[in-house]
Every structure is written in C-alpha cells, then in structure tokens.
C-alpha cells in the first residue's frame, strides 16, 4: 500500500487549500484513515482521522476550519483547510491504519505518505 499526497502550496492568511490522498494497492482492511502533520522543529501531530464506520476525530485546531472527506470503498481521503493561519505551515500526511499488518496477520499496520508542504503566509 502506498499513498500519495496532493494539493499542497502557498495560501495566504484566510484563504483555503484542498489535499488530497489517493491509494495504491489495496488494504486488507482499513480502519481509518486522516491526517498528521509536522511543522519545522515540531513533533508529528494529529489533524484529524476518520474511521470505516464514520467516527471523525478533530485536533482542536482543526474544529470549524478543517473537513475530512473520506472515501472507504477506494480508499482515499481529502482534507479541506478553511480560515488558514500562518501556524498551519507545515507538512501535511496522509495516513491510513490497516487491521492487518503487510504480512497478512491481524497486527494493526500504518500507513504514511511522503507528506506535502502546505505553507500560509502573506
């Protein structure tokens, strides 16, 4: 499973950008799937997740501005950022859990994108 990252780039203070996260090969099962991300100097931090059955877990900072889009039959998710602020900079990635790890065995396993830079300034 790999997956791969799209949307990132320059927004200005107030404005929005759209990622997107697309799969390739096929999870055994995914739990869930969202987005972390890690600003310079930072630790990796959640922005939010969504579960296959629809439970949806914000990062305080994304409540209100944030919207995940999860598609659970192809696997892919989209994260829209609404109202950005300087502090969004960061890079942004994809994530998916799956309930079975590469070897077929029923070990939880996660799944990280290569990350895309979102960066918000004036």
């Known amino acids: 499973v790999q997956l791969e990252e799209s949307g990132g780039g320059l927004a200005q203070p107030g404005g929005s950008l759209r990622l997107s996260c697309a799969t390739s090969g096929r999870p055994f099962s995914m739990l869930k799937m969202g987005w972390y991300r890690q600003a310079p100097g930072k630790s990796r931090e959640l922005v939010v997740t969504e579960t296959s059955g629809g439970s949806v877990n914000y990062a305080e900072f994304a409540l209100g501005r944030f919207v995940i889009s999860l598609d659970n039959i192809k696997n892919t998710v989209s994260l829209q950022m609404n109202s950005l602020k300087p502090e969004d900079t960061a890079v942004y990635y994809c994530?998916?859990?799956?309930?079975?790890?590469?070897?077929?065995?029923?070990?939880?396993?996660?799944?990280w994108g290569q990350g895309t830079q979102v960066t918000v300034s004036a």
């Open positions: 994530y998916l859990r799956d309930a079975y790890n590469n070897y077929g065995a029923a070990i939880p396993y996660d799944y």
